[in-house]
């Protein structure tokens, strides 16, 4: 049986869906395989989605895109997506220009880390996200992770503190 409020919180995650995924596949078309692949494996529990900081980079520039799934399978999830700013000269749409999904957070259901919604900080060029972690296959022992997100499609650095 599903209560009130567990509908409630599956129509609200519903919408975030629709939302993203009308955003995400309006613009794949023309995009590499490997990159319609990263978009396809996003998962649908998604828990909140947001724009954080600029990028500028190969004579283009636009804004990051966190996609954050609290949890699935026993993991949660983070992806970053760079997006073409649709006011810069010369571009007609806000399009998703490449997808970057976490490997050391998402790349099996096995890993069993957790971690509550990061909070990010704009760098000069880039973003900077410090994640308190749990790891359940290590009866939650606590992770401190530092990952900084750089301009460069795809770059980023993962460090444990």
Known sequence: MVRVAD???MIKIASILILCFVTIFSSVEGAENHFKEEIEKIPFEISDVWTGGTWEYNNGFGYYRVIYVGF???CSLLYIQWLRDWAA???????????LSIDE?????HISITFKK???KELKRGLLFDI????GNEENKRHRYRLKIFSEFGKYELTER
């Open 132 to 135: 308190d972690a749990r790891n």
């Open 7 to 9: 509908e409630s919180i």
């Open 72 to 74: 699935h399978y026993g």
């Open 89 to 99: 000269p010369g571009v007609e749409d806000r399009r998703v220009v490449y997808t």
């Open 118 to 120: 990061p909070k990010c």
């Open 105 to 109: 957070f998402n790349r099996d259901d």
